[in-house]
């Protein structure tokens, strides 16, 4: 006598699909740090700094907490826009994106290399330096180090011209 399976339905969803669904919650979260477009570019809130050099810096010390989710993106779209012309750093980028939501921000448990637990700092380190020498190794190094160079000086430059006075300062001192 065999027992089938056939035609009933499944209690628990298959191992792939259940990944995906927590990959998917946990880019929501991720997604959910950061903070509101309307906020980041409200133009009544910028202002050019009074206090001179002093108060930009504690602008952009601010900001760059308040907004980091928000910078994040602007520079990586900055960097993605600048390899569209060139097609095989593009898609050593998107390889690497990948291997960051992986290996990095997706991750339930810690990693472990051959019996050993990997700590999370490690695995920043490693990934950004991975990420950066196989990029300069494509034939794009000078659009890559200027896309850079570009998305550093529009966070800091909205960063310093954006009053912090309407931020929630309490979530940005719990944050730190």
């Known amino acids: 006598m065999t027992t089938t399976t056939y035609g ?29 477009w309307k906020a980041m570019f409200n133009f009544r809130s910028l202002k050019v700094p009074g206090g001179g050099l002093p108060e930009a810096l504690s602008r952009i010390r601010i900001n760059v907490s308040y907004f980091r989710m928000n910078y994040a993106m602007v520079a990586l779209l900055i960097l993605f826009l600048s390899l569209l012309w060139h097609p095989i750093s593009l898609i050593v980028f ?7 939501l992986f290996l990095y921000f997706l991750r339930d448990e810690p990693l472990v290399v051959l019996g050993h637990l990997v700590d999370d700092r490690l695995v920043l380190v490693v990934m950004a330096v991975l990420t950066v020498a196989l990029l300069l190794l494509t034939d ?34 719990s944050a730190a």
Request: charged share 20%; aromatic share 6%; glycine share 4%.
């Open 8 to 36: 009933t339905i499944p209690t628990s969803p298959p191992p792939n699909l259940e990944y995906i669904s927590r990959a998917k919650q946990r880019i929501k979260a991720g997604l959910g740090m950061r903070r509101p």
């Open 140 to 173: 794009a190094t000078v659009n890559i180090l200027v896309a850079v160079a570009v998305g550093v000086a529009a966070v800091v430059a909205h960063a310093a011209f954006r009053r912090t006075e309407d931020l929630f300062l309490e979530e940005v001192a």
């Open 94 to 100: 998107l390889v690497l994106m990948a291997a960051w």
